[in-house]
Nanobody
Framework: QVQLVESGGGLVQAGGSLRLSCAAS????????MGWYRQAPGKQRALVAI???????NYEDSVKVRFTISRDNTKNTLYLKMNSLKAEDTAVYYC?????????WGQGTQVTVSS
């Protein structure tokens, strides 16, 4: 069993920055990938960024030059640095971890960008 705890969300003005963190804990596990998803009101949850075990990353087009996903393997912690935030980035952000074919989700953290 894996537990994921997100932190770092909040209210920020447009153009500002935030850094989300996701701490993973539980029995020893081999991570296939970790990622950030977001769900805005009335919309489906969608991928924002993902990092694979080998270090390869992938981003949703609208965040490619503004967001950076990274992972500290020593701390089993995933990060999402978000710069130049826009009102349309407002959503609940969820951490996701895939290990041995099982998918785990965090509880989500709210990010609100005021214009």
């Amino acid at each position: 069993q894996v537990q994921l705890v997100e932190s770092g969300g909040g209210l920020v003005q447009a153009g500002g920055s935030l850094r989300l963190s996701c701490a993973a804990s539980g029995n020893s596990f081999s991570i296939s990938s970790m990622g950030w998803y977001r769900q805005a009101p009335g919309k489906q949850r969608a991928l924002v960024a993902i990092i694979y075990s080998g270090g390869m990353t992938n981003y949703e087009d609208s965040v490619k030059v503004r967001f950076t996903i990274s992972r500290d393997n020593t701390k089993n912690t995933l990060y999402l640095k978000m710069n130049s935030l826009k009102a349309e980035d407002t959503a609940v952000y969820y951490c996701n971890l895939v290990t041995s074919g099982t998918v785990y989700w965090g509880q989500g953290t709210q990010v609100t960008v005021s214009s």
